[in-house]
Structures are given as structure tokens and as C-alpha cells.
């Protein structure tokens, strides 16, 4: 598979950022790897629009084909699971409190306190000023192995200065996150200024390092709804790969469109394809819509026959939800006791 | 030409008429049969009034190459460009008007007037089709609301190389009638002129020969319909073959030797082209048996 | 989370089909023995299970379905446009209340996945007869005239493929433009034509309107034959389809035909290429391959050759082949052992003339007719597997250099039904489908159907259209 890849994507293999183990890059106004990357501009330009198109019928048709795959019985129950166990439980709300964020936590460990055999979700997901919370929260329940993934970069708009969202940024790592949200600049993005947003991330990423201790990981929001068209979202998946993004994630669940089938699938198949040239990993997750078990195995369905049961893990692929774990306890309810469940039989934060 | 081939011993003459040579009209050159033959014709008295080829195996399989040499050209000239030649080709009969009057007066034993009356059926028979070049498209073609993304659209398209058996009986009109709906649509023909009075399509070779008609778009053939037409029913690179000219029994024949490399066929009308009258309108039938419908889809999204 | 994502078993129930133990011919709205009391069975392709003895139609049965549809003519011809139509909207409303029973039942006898039969064919037959049946009172609008004429009886042939899509693409125009049908379906699948013939009781539809005979080539033969018929349609093999070209020669029936393909999906190296991928496996793992119009020649620009393969090898390794009522079985079984015959000594030779062979590691069942999804590479225009008919799961890679000898390959074959070609470059697109001879071509997209637009091909894939405006044409007096 790499001889193929290397061809089309030859030229990546020099691009400073396809290297996951690289040390630490300067900062982003000094020289050497980022000003080679900003010399070319151009080269980042050519690249991206010289990706294979995307064909937006024969994709969706192609997402609505694997919707129709049926994960029945025991298939269902460990893909109910391993859905739970990929969960990034979310609450994003100008209303949020440390209690909201507390009673989130616990759930999250410990989501059905009727069937102690449910894993804990993937992690919790909040604002940086509720990270240190949370990590408290998960700690006392016993769920330190639950990550705190946290948004930054003046989420959802990313409407800010650099240094803004850096500090944002930093101060959800200084606060203990395990995982940054980041959002692209989409107005850079789609006035094609793409270094920019390049840049950025590669700044981002600069500030998830954490001295003394592991790096927070880098997911990279591209809001799909706002690119608009599949060939964008193509070019931003690899942009983010190229710039260090360690996961590419659909969308901010804070407009109209966001993840979809078809357009998970866009960024599942760039993630093969990545790999292929580079060897590197990338995760995806998508985020905002996903409500039901119905739809949640849709997407591992999706991800089980793109990338292979080698991305069936939480490590590599993400669910950003909140409702969805409702669904999912309830149907697994069902398979466990064979009774349909409901809504009174699981918790409500 | 009776009567310049006419009354040898007439004393008052002062000038031997021209005998004009017909030949045979092969890839927009004017060849004799290969095989060196002719035939007499004459008018429906018994009155002899020229050799005309008796083409030969061989000359039909020329025909078929010089036709499928030039439907590349002629399929893929605009239809407005074809439209003009045919228009030309009317201009051109026009112009010789008297000529074909005579010589159809002596094919079919009309009067002169009546003979001229099918000479002008003929022209104008050359600017109705010339008109539907740009037309058959429109009314044979479409958009198909397809339950789905896509884009989806029908278009007509020339079948080919056609084989043409024009009618034995109206030399003239009922030649034209049924060749310019073939070429119309981006055909190519090959010809067999009526056996019994080919000269008026022999002189018409020499109309679509001045009239830009590209060479080979149209080739025509004099002699034996059976014995041309069965190479031509049975030849793997003729795409269709009409049947106009052909009695109940060779028109089975040829129908069955066609079925070997599918030819889609146009039947003789019931009763022979004895009984068809074409002066009539025509409609759109004859273009329609000669082209194929395409159905392109794509779809639609950003 | 060890265990890998294994789909359990789905099948899809077989109770909601009451397969009836034999069947008569359906003969002037009755069901009834064949004369000669002959009859034979239908079989499971993927169990080789017994599934039904069906009656064996001979001469005698076919004169009397004609002489039935001949009665049932002057009525129905006679009936008002609207209230045809309206006889047609009952058959498309019921097909659509029985389409599970019906998709079942076409899998069970046909082999093909359910996830097809429930989610194209039987979808599509539904559609096929609710838009001929707004045909049948705007007939003077459709371009033939002020008032267009059914023909009389129409002989109709069709194959196993599709065998209840290919009933509705023949009955449907048939019976909107007036005409009567004596439809003979293909031998190896009997059953849901049968089928419809209850469909037809439920909707009340007159008596002779519809008659099927059930039985093998003679059958066919006969029934194109007969004196009484006056249109012929027939879907199936090209030797076949020139033979009742033959038949009807010099007799006043109207023939259309729709016959064999090889079709080329031509794919530049601008292309889509994850769309690609799903186009090319589309265009001849459908069905088994099992399609006329499939896209059973790649024609690949040899700068994404290697990309392209494999990406489509990995994909094939995807394909899940198995159980045709599993709801997750992509790929069936082949419809008959002799079909299954015909594939593995093509295949053969496509191996004895030094092509290469690949299929992704895939268990096969050990009942039935199987064979696994196949790509040859390093395939030229001289080996048969590039110029004959497989009717199979095997995919022909040929490469080109340049547009002009895409187009010169694409064109190379006596068939001409079919096309594929995958470019982002739009001008292209249009230049190829201008040079392309083929009746359909897919332009970035393959395998797509719809009662609306006309099918079928040039050349040796035979003539007239079926579906849109352009396939009544085949049966109006015109």
C-alpha cells in the first residue's frame, strides 16, 4: 500500500510535520521547520487541491450503504460497548456548573448504577474552566483512567487572536486536561489562507506540550458544517495530519450541520490514506447529531470497514455525545434483559 | 438524353449528342464497377437509354469502407453544419431541375410535368430534412426526471453505417425520401439505386458531389438490388439497413442475414414501395429507425 | 476490546414467503396444469434446495395464451386510458405492500443478496409500473402521434438476473400502451412472475391481460414463434437474441431487443477515487455480475493504475460473500450451476492467456453455486475475458495512456450497452460520452436505474429502449 501512496504523496515525506516524534518545534515565529513550511505556501496550496476529488452522491450513497449493515445480537452488544467506551461525554453550556460537571463525571464512570459490567466512557468534555473540576470529580469517583478532554481556542467560533487561543489553550493543560479540542480558523480556511491555519495548529500543538508530564493530545475541529463541501473537508483532514493533529474531529455540535455519515466517512478514508503515506495513526471523531445506537454503530460499521477493527478502540476513534449514552445503556438494557427499556431507567444527567 | 441519343439518322442534325458515362459514386469519386460491368437501362417503353454499372460484391464492400471513413467526420459535424450541406445539395438539384425532369420523365414514364412536379417534391423534400439536422435532437431527445441526484439526459445519436435500398419505382423522390433522413442525423449511406431506372440517383451522385457533402457520406450503387444487397444485409460493419426497396421475399432474406451482427432494420411498407406514396408528409419515423438513443447520467452535488 | 467487530448472523425471515409446492401457467387469469402435463423444478442457487415444481409450457399452452391475450385485446385496448392506469396503480401500490415477500422470495430463487433485492430490485418494479401507468392516458402527448395504437399481443422473454425487474420493465409499457402479454419468465427463476400473477388477481386485473408461461428455451421459442404474436421483446444473451431476430424476419412482429454487454468503466487520474473504487465494485460485483450493463472492463490511465488496484483490492477484501438472505451479504451465488460453468471456464482462460488472477480470501459456502469476486490484471484486448460476455463476478483491467485510446478500447467489442467514465474534468465528461457507443453511460456514477430513463444499447446489445418516453415506442404502433 505505501508504494502507491508514496507516489501520489511523495513529497510528504519531507514535510517537516508528517513526523509524529519530532522534538518540539521552536515557536512559531522563530525559523528552520515552520519557516521552511510557511517557504512553502504554494506547495501547501498545490497539495491539497491536488487530492483526489470527492463525489458528494457517490459518497453519501456509499455512507447511507454501510447504514444498512445489521449488527444484530451478540455483534450489537459489543459494539453498544465499545460505543460507550468511545464517548467523549460532553457538556458545553454557558450554564455549566461544577455540580453539572461533578454529576457528568460520575456518570461517566460509572453510567448505569444498575450494571456495574457498563465501561466507563472515553472521557468528559468541557470548558477549560471546568477541567480542573472535572479532574477532581473523575479522581473521586474513581475514574482517573477517564480522560478530561477540554475545548480551547475560543471555542466554537475560534474567533480570536493567536495568542488568545493559546492562552486558553494553556491554561486547559495547566489545569490538567488530557485532551485539547482545538477549533480551525475556517474564515482563514476558507479564503484559502490555509498556512495560517496550518500555523495555528501547529502553535496549538506547541501549547499542548506539558513539561514534566504527557503531552495533552491534539483534536482538531474542523466544523464541516462551515466548510461546506467534501473536497474542504478532504483538505482539512489532511492539513490537520500534515500540522500534528493527533485526532480530526467533524464539528463543535454548536451548528446546523454537524457530523454526518457521509462526512465521517470523508475524513475516515483521509485518515487511511495518511497512514498509508506516512505510517502515522490518526483518530477521528465525530461529534454533534449522534443521538441513538442506532446511529452510533452506523459510524462503527463505517470506521470497522474504511480503517479496520485496528481503529475499534477508544484511542482512535470518538464519539462526542451526550444524549447518545442514554441510548446506548437502554438498548443494552435490552439485550441483557430482553425488555425494552426506558427513559426512567437510566439517569438523566 | 432521348433525345440526344435518339433519332441517329436524323438528317437535320448537325451535332452528335454527348453520351454521358454513368458511374458508380464510391468515397466522393466516381469509379466504374470494379468488375467492368453494365447494364442497359431504359425507359419504361424498352427505349435504351444508358449503361449503368452493375456493381459488384466488391464494389458494395468500397461503399462500406468509404462510408465508415467518413461517419466520423460527418456524426461529429455540428448539426447546423449538416443542415447547410443538405440545404446546399437542395440548391444544387435546383439548379438542375431540368435535367432530372427528363431523366425521371424516362425512369418512371411520366409526362413532363408530372416529372417536374417530383423533381420540385424532391428539392423540397432536401430542405425539410435539411431544417430537422438541428431539430431531431430536440424532439427525440430529453431530460428524465430520475428519482435520484443525477443529472440524467437522452440523446439521439446516428446508428452508423446504413445500408439504403431505395424504392424501385419513384427514381427520384422516393430515392431522396428516404436518403436524406439517414444522412440528416449523422448517418453515412451506401445506396442501391432501383435497379430498373438508377439514373437520376446516379445523376444525383453528382448534386451531393458539388454540394460539400463530404465524400463517402453518401455512396451509391447501381445494379442488382438482390445481388448488392445481400453483401450489404450480411456485412459486419453495416449498422442498419433499410429495406424500402426490397419485395416481401428479399426483404426476408436480408432480415435474416441482418439478424447476424443485429442491423436494426427498417421493413418495407405493406405491399412494397409500389404502394407507398411519397408525397406525403413523412414524419419523423425514418430518422428515428436510424438513431440510437444515448442516456448519459452524473450527478448532482457540490 | 479485543474481539474483533464480527456481524452476527441477520437473516432475513423466509416466513413472510408461503412458497406453494408447484405451480401452474397463469392462462386467461386462471391458474392450470400444461398440457402436456410436463414440469420441472426450481432450485435455491444457494442451497441447491428444492424450492417449487413448476408446470412446463409447450405448444399447446402457448396457443393457448396467445389465443387468451388475443381475446383480452379488444377490451383492454378498448378500455379508457385513465382506467388502465389505474389498474397499473393497484399492481405498483400492491407490489409495494408484498415487496419483503417478494424480495425474499426473488432471493431465494435467484440467489442474489437481499440487501438487493429489497433495496433495488423490488424498490424499482414498484417504480416501473407506477410511472408507466401515468402513461397510460397521455399517450397522445408522448411524441407518437395524436393517437398512438398498441401493437396486439407482445411475446415476452426475459432472463434470471433481474427476474421481477425485467417482468415490470416488459408488462409495465406493454399494458399502459394497451397491449396484452404472454410473458415467458427465464427457467431458473420462475417464481415471483408466478408471483405477480396473484398480484395481478389482487388487482383485479382481467382476465388473458397477463399470462405466463413458465418453462425452458423451447418454450421461448415457440412463444416468438407464434402466428398470433405481434411484438416480440426479449432480454438475454446476444446468440439468442440473433436467433429470434431470425424468427421474426419478414413477419410484420415488432422486435426489440436487449441483449449482451461488455462494458467499459474508464476511470483518468483525476478521478474521485474512493467514488471510483465504489463505482468499479458496483459496476461488476452487482449481482454477482450478473448484469448485462455491467462495467466487466476497467479501463484504468496507467499513472493511477497501481493506486487504483489497490485500493480496490482492499476494498474488495471488504465484500462479504455468503448467505444471499443475510442482510449483510454483499455478494451471492451465481444463479444456476451452469452459469457457474460458464464463469470458471472463462475465468480459466483468462488465466491460460497469461492474465493475472487475484480474489480476496473468502470462504465459500459448500452447497450451491459460488464464485468468488475475481480481478484479472495485465488483461489486453485479445483475451476473451476482454471481449466476451462473463456474465460473473470478474473484473477485466485493462490500462490506457491517453482519452483517445480510452475511447478506441471502450469501443472495441461488437456490444455496445454500457459505459463508465470517473474525471473531475467536466469537458471531459462530455467529449467521452460524446465518443462512447453505448446506450447508457455513467459518468462518474455506474449501476444507476430509473423507470424514467430509457435503457438499452447499440450494436450487437440489440435495439429499442425500455423505460422513459423512448421505450413505449417499442409498443405503440408507430
Known sequence: MTVCYARRYAHLVTMPASSPTAPPAPPPAAPSALADATASDAALRRFLHGLPGVDAVGLEARAAQLGTRSIKTTAKAYAIDLAISMIDLTTLEGADTPGKVRALCAKGVNPDPTDRTVPKVAAICVYPDMVATAKEALAAAGGQDVKVASVATAFPSGRAELDVKLADTRDAVAAGADEIDMVIDRGAFLSGRYMKVFEEIRAVKQACARPGGEDAHLKVIFENGELSTYDNIRRASWLAMLAGADVIKTSTGKVAVNATPANTLVMLEAVRDFRAATGTRIGVKPAGGIRTTKDAIKYLVMVNEVLGDDWLHPDWFRFGASSLLNDLLMQRQKLTTGRYSGPDYVTVD | ?302 | MSPMFEYAPAPESRAVVDIAPSYGLFVDGEFREAAGGRSFKTLSPSTEEVLAEVAHAGAEDVDAAVAAARRAFASWSALPGSERAKYLFRIARIIQERSRELAVLETLDNGKPIRETRDADLPLVAAHFFYHAGWADKLAHAGYGPDPRPLGVAAQVIPWNFPLLMLAWKVAPALACGNTVVLKPAETTPLSALFFADVCRQAGLPGGVVNILTGDGSTGAALVAHEGVDKVAFTGSTAVGKQIARTVAGTRKKLTLELGGKGANIVFDDAPIDQAVEGIVNGIYFNQGQVCCAGSRLLVQESVQDELLEALRRRLSTLRVGDPLDKNTDVGAINSAEQLARITELADSGEAEGAERWSPACELPERGFWFAPTVFTNVTQAHRIAREEIFGPVLSVLSFRTPDEAVAKANNSQYGLSAGVWTEKGSRILAMANRLRAGVVWANTFNKFDPTSPFGGYRESGFGREGGRHGLEAYLDV
Open chain 2, 1 to 302: 438524353m432521348s433525345e440526344q441519343s435518339g433519332n441517329p439518322g436524323g438528317a437535320a442534325r448537325t451535332r452528335l449528342g454527348v453520351l454521358k458515362t454513368y458511374k458508380l459514386f464510391v468515397g466522393g469519386k466516381f469509379p466504374r464497377s470494379e468488375s467492368g460491368r453494365v447494364y442497359e437501362v431504359t425507359d419504361t417503353r424498352g427505349n435504351w437509354l444508358a449503361n449503368a454499372p452493375l456493381a459488384s460484391r466488391k464494389d458494395a464492400r468500397d461503399a462500406v469502407v468509404a462510408a465508415r471513413k467518413a461517419f466520423g467526420g460527418w456524426s461529429g459535424a455540428t448539426a447546423y453544419n449538416r443542415g447547410q450541406i443538405l440545404y446546399r445539395i437542395a440548391e444544387m438539384l435546383e439548379g438542375r431541375r431540368e435535367q432530372f425532369t427528363a431523366e425521371v420523365a424516362a425512369a418512371e414514364g411520366l409526362s413532363k410535368a408530372k416529372a417536374a412536379a417530383r423533381v420540385d417534391a424532391a428539392v423540397d423534400r432536401w430542405v425539410w430534412y435539411a431544417g430537422w439536422s438541428d431539430k431531431i435532437a430536440q424532439v427525440a431527445g430529453g431530460a428524465n426526471p430520475v428519482a435520484g441526484p443525477y443529472f440524467n439526459l437522452s440523446t439521439p445519436e446516428p446508428t452508423g453505417v446504413v445500408a439504403v435500398l431505395a424504392p424501385q419505382e419513384s427514381s427520384l423522390l422516393g430515392l431522396v425520401s428516404v436518403l436524406a433522413p439517414v444522412i440528416v442525423s449523422g448517418n453515412t449511406a451506401v445506396v442501391v439505386a432501383s435497379e430498373r431506372a438508377p439514373l437520376p440517383a446516379l445523376s444525383l451522385a453528382e448534386v451531393l458531389a458539388t454540394s460539400d457533402l463530404p465524400g463517402g457520406v453518401v455512396n451509391v450503387l447501381s445494379g442488382r438490388t438482390a445481388e448488392i444487397a445481400a453483401p450489404l444485409a450480411a456485412h459486419q460493419d453495416v449498422n442498419a439497413i433499410d429495406l424500402a426497396g426490397a419485395d416481401a421475399d428479399l426483404a426476408k432474406e436480408l432480415e435474416t442475414a441482418a439478424a447476424d451482427n443485429l442491423k436494426r432494420v427498417l421493413r418495407p411498407a405493406d405491399g412494397g414501395s409500389a404502394a407507398s406514396d411519397w408525397s406525403t408528409d413523412p414524419g419523423v419515423k425514418r430518422m428515428l429507425a436510424f438513431v440510437e438513443t444515448k442516456t448519459v447520467w452524473h450527478p448532482v452535488g457540490v
